[in-house]
């Protein structure tokens, strides 16, 4: 195997120190005592899912599983020099998704229990979000939520949507889909570009959160175009490579890199590329407001840093303060369209090329 070693600036400022990393074996860095594990995971090579290119990008970021600690391994993002797509290379293989997601996720277990006050106030926002994307929805609409973990967004739309509407999720942790079926939701265990779905079927699909996470994003947008009626939308929402954060925290502690979950990721070029090369029209792009790779990217400097525990719990998901803060500076960056989320809506069109 070809092993390539880059010279990366990590962290907050070209001031600190370098890491030679090799791209075919994450060297180990430095611990904390409660790292899970001291095995390395099974890696392997990815490319750009939307030039299908490895053979020149550049490296911009090095780091580790700060949130969940579930290998010693340290990972690298790379940038595709033709198009601007940040991908994880090498990434774990596909048998150890068990591993670098834990039964402690928070995506498996969002619940008041857990979460508290960020829950009632993230229930609060994402109702009204929601609710925007389903405007003009017919009363028998279909409804998938693909990657919906433990169903959050479905729970919102069958509470406060029409009662008419068929509401259906789609994910590959059997621990996902159990928590959403607990709810009563009708969700289907598996990769939706191998499930057996009736096509031209739905009039809005979802995916929140996700298409940073699959392997595969074309072979999942075109699945979703499939299943999609002529007209049908698609919305998505993903982390934003145009941000301020990822300018300020690309080095290493970017909370958006999610080391070593999130494999591909997108700003205003290339989720448009990524979009026509399936075949969608792009409705709407804009950024949105969020808190989370702000929180993230702190945290991950201070745990880097050697912090003390408690001033590194003050910057999670289950910090109300931290996060209002941050969601107010955001709203600002927002209007400037600099955003910390993609917001894309996406539409199969009515007629084809060909017909």
């Not at 998704?97 to 619940?111: E, V």
């Not at 979703?224 to 049908?232: Q, S, V």
């Not at 949105?288 to 998901?317: C, K």
């Amino acid at each position: 195997m070809r092993v390539l070693k880059e010279q990366v600036d990590v962290g907050f400022g070209a001031s600190l120190p370098h890491r030679t990393v090799t791209r075919d074996a994450p060297q180990y860095g430095s611990r904390p005592a409660d790292v899970a594990t001291s095995d390395t995971l099974r890696l392997e090579h990815s490319r750009c899912c939307i030039c299908d290119d490895a053979e020149d990008p550049e490296p911009i970021g090095v780091g580790r599983d700060f949130e969940y600690r579930t290998s010693r391994d340290e990972f690298l993002a790379m940038r595709c020099r033709r198009c601007g797509l940040v991908y994880l290379d090498p990434r774990p293989a596909a048998s150890e998704l068990a591993r670098i997601y834990p039964p402690t996720y928070h995506a498996f277990d969002f619940t008041p229990a857990q979460f508290g006050f960020v829950y009632k106030v993230r229930r609060r926002l994402e109702a009204r979000r929601v609710l925007s994307w389903c405007e003009n929805l017919p009363d028998d609409a279909r409804i998938i939520d693909v990657g919906c973990g433990d169903g959050f967004h479905l729970r919102l739309l069958g509470k406060f949507g029409r009662p008419t509407w068929r509401l259906e999720g789609v994910d590959s942790s059997e621990r996902a889909v159990r928590a959403a079926t607990s709810h009563g939701l009708e969700v289907h265990q598996g990769v939706v570009e191998e499930l057996d779905l009736p096509s031209s079927s739905y009039d809005l699909a979802l995916l929140l959160m996700t298409v940073e996470h699959v392997g595969n994003p074309p072979a999942v947008l075109a699945a979703i175009l499939r299943l999609l009626k002529p007209g049908g939308r698609l919305i998505v929402v993903t982390d934003n490579t145009d941000s301020l954060d990822f300018s300020l925290f690309a080095g290493s502690y970017w909370g958006g890199y999610h080391f070593p979950r999130h494999w591909n990721l997108f700003n205003r070029k290339t989720l448009p590329l990524l979009a026509g090369n399936i075949g969608f029209e792009v409705e709407t792009l804009t950024t949105a407001v969020s808190p989370v790779n702000w929180v993230y990217s702190i945290r991950n400097l201070l745990d880097d840093a050697g912090a003390p525990s408690w001033i590194i719990s003050r910057f999670s998901l289950r910090s109300p303060v931290a996060l209002a803060a941050f969601t107010l500076f955001d709203m600002l960056l927002n209007i400037c369209g600099r955003g910390a989320l993609l917001h894309a809506i996406l539409r199969r069109p009515k007629r084809t090329a060909d017909e």
